[in-house]
């Protein structure tokens, strides 16, 4: 008699069985959150309680998570829209920072030639122009040219940071700022209105949660949402079905760009008011909304909680890494290990692992 262990896709699954793996997948990932905490000689029940009576706990602490939360929730709702049809936009972060740089020109430039009261509204609409042109290329290079997208978003990150930084070093660099590599500041009627007290822009949060709202009914209830999930469901049916791929990706990769070039230009207008070093116009939004995404399970609604939570998770982090004297890079391995732990339990939700007695 033998024993084998056998892991087979499942055919169907309980109503419950997606938030019990959620649960359990987030247990891990804490889990191995401990573990590390214990290696630095840390307790791992009071450093976990310091990240979230930190993010959570306060007043400010709050407001600092809402903060964070805006571009989470901007660019985990349009990344759940194509990692739906399985097209892997990695290029988030590139497209928060063209947002910004488009919208940065406008604010700049454009100030003085529309009415102060129209000018806001205008460096929305370039963001958003900005981030889904930094999109589109990869949408050509995967239907024309077969190139993975994985890899030509990834790159085209690279290629942002990289013009940002040929920008606020060279043509833009401000006369104002002392020889930094800052842009001058935007004039007054460009920035936006905060909630008292906080760093909150309150646009941009609006902005935010009304785009995961309409992505929610574009999905669930349009025709535009059944064909984008016929296409990441079965690809060969929805060509047979005469759904035409290139539309639908175009359609969701401009969404999920300019909704990126929108967070990039909250972070701008909102926070910096002017443009500076990549590294501090994101703190790595758009890869920490990738996670945002799928502990949202691809749903643009609950990307708003699961938006909210990383963002209590960033600034927990900060937190941390000041009163326990952890790296800075802490933050960043905290979300690879939350990450791993929800793509193994998605794993497990449509696979199972059954004992074979063998006689």
Excluded: C
Aim: charged share 10%.
């Amino acid at each position: 008699m033998g024993i084998r262990i056998k892991v087979e896709p499942r055919i169907s699954h309980p109503p419950i069985l997606p938030l019990t793996i959620l649960v359990i997948s987030l247990s891990m990932g804490f889990l191995g959150i401990g573990v590390l905490f214990a290696f630095y000689g840390i307790n791992p029940f009071a450093a976990i309680w310091k990240i979230f009576s930190g993010s959570f706990g306060s007043l400010y602490g709050l407001s600092e998570t809402m903060t964070k939360a805006i571009p989470l929730i901007l660019i985990g709702a349009g990344l759940t829209l194509v990692f739906r049809a399985k097209f892997w936009n990695i290029g988030a972060e590139g497209q928060l920072l063209l947002g910004a740089i488009f919208s940065g020109y406008v604010g700049l430039n454009l100030g003085s030639l529309i009415p102060s009261f129209f000018t806001v509204p205008v460096m929305f609409m370039a963001g958003f122009i900005g981030g889904a042109l930094w999109a589109l290329p990869t949408v050509i290079l995967r239907t024309k040219f077969n190139v993975n997208e994985v890899i030509s978003t990834l790159m085209l990150n690279y290629i942002a940071a990289e013009i940002l930084n040929f920008l606020i070093t060279g043509p833009w660099k401000g006369k104002t700022q002392m020889g930094f590599p800052y842009t001058d500041d935007l004039p007054h009627h460009a920035t936006l209105t905060l909630i008292p007290g906080t760093r909150i822009h309150i646009v941009t949060l609006v902005v935010a949660l009304l785009s995961a709202l309409i992505l929610y009914v574009l999905v669930y209830y349009t025709k535009f949402g059944y064909e984008l999930r016929v296409t990441g469901d079965n690809p060969h049916a929805a060509r047979y079905a005469g759904i035409n791929f290139m539309k639908i990706t175009m359609t969701m990769m401009t969404i999920s760009g300019g909704l990126a070039g929108v967070a990039g230009v909250g972070e701008l207008a909102g926070i910096h008011h002017h443009l500076s070093y990549p590294s501090s116009i994101s703190s790595g939004y758009g890869y920490t909304a990738i996670i945002v995404a799928w502990l949202a399970k691809l749903n643009p609604l609950m990307a708003i909680f699961s938006g909210i939570f990383f963002a209590g998770i960033l600034v927990g982090g900060d937190a941390i890494q000041i009163s326990l004297g952890l790296p800075s890079a802490t933050v960043q391995i905290f979300n690879g290990i939350l990450l791993f732990s929800l793509i193994m339990g998605d794993y497990f939700l449509t696979h199972r692992v059954r004992v074979v007695v063998q006689a």
